[in-house]
């Protein structure tokens, strides 16, 4: 789906370190989710946005912050990472009947 | 928030043969429901939904039946194919704009050819 990107794709770094991952998306979408996924807990919703500088939490949400200064990127940040934070990140648009589409994942290692 | 298991974890089936994995959620207010299809190592890709309004929707070899009374929904996937292996998650959720959708577990289907 080349509307949706991710960068970057995948990211090795080490403890205690600061790390972001952007979702880019081309199709004005307003909202905007990112999902972690993770061996037997299929994927879980960490933040989300419904608009410009308008995020709010999911389930999983600490340890993670997001921005969103413009419509086509949304941003996650790992202040300070670490090993529980290791898994598959998955961004998301919410398109024409509330349906979601992914991003192609991002694959973080914390060491 | 809503509770969905999905059932059965794990499925292997022989090539041409039929697949049911049923999902139970426990909204009641729940009126989409949609499932994905996640081959090893790609992301989620939504293959077929319904809406309750609907009991069943077919779509070739995929369908989903509904029971909004027992609150549960069912993938059927029939003359199955190697490159039906994957996993498979369904995410029942209010239909609604910003709709947070809780994912089950998966289920991971094997064909065997």
């Known amino acids: 789906d080349a509307g949706i990107t991710q960068s970057p794709r995948h990211k090795v770094t080490e403890t205690g370190t600061p790390v972001t991952l952007r979702c880019h998306q081309t199709e004005n979408h307003r909202y905007m989710y990112w999902y972690r996924q993770d061996p037997g807990h299929g994927l879980r919703l960490i933040h989300y946005?419904?608009?410009?500088?308008?995020?709010d939490k999911g389930e999983v949400s600490d340890g993670y912050s997001v921005s969103r200064s413009k419509t086509e990127d949304f941003l996650l940040t790992l202040e300070s990472a670490t090993s529980s934070q290791t898994s598959v990140y998955f961004c998301a648009t919410e398109r024409e009947g509330y349906t979601q589409y992914f991003g192609p994942g991002t694959r973080l290692t914390v060491l | 928030g809503e509770n969905v298991e999905q059932h059965p974890s794990t499925l292997s089936v022989q090539e041409g043969d039929s697949a049911v994995i049923k999902c139970t959620y426990s909204d009641s207010a729940s009126n989409y429901f949609p499932w994905y299809k996640q081959e090893l190592g790609k992301r989620p890709q939504l293959i077929i939904d319904i809406r309750s309004n609907v009991g069943e929707k077919k779509d070739q070899r995929i369908a989903v039946t509904l029971n909004k009374t027992a609150k549960h929904f069912s993938l059927h996937i029939t003359e199955t194919q190697p490159e039906d292996s994957a996993v498979y998650f369904c995410?029942?959720?209010?239909?609604?704009?910003?709709?947070?959708?809780?994912f089950g577990e998966g289920t991971q289907l094997t064909v065997n050819p």
């Open positions: 946005s419904y608009g410009v500088k308008d995020t």
């Open positions: 995410a029942p959720t209010r239909e609604t704009s910003g709709s947070r959708l809780t």
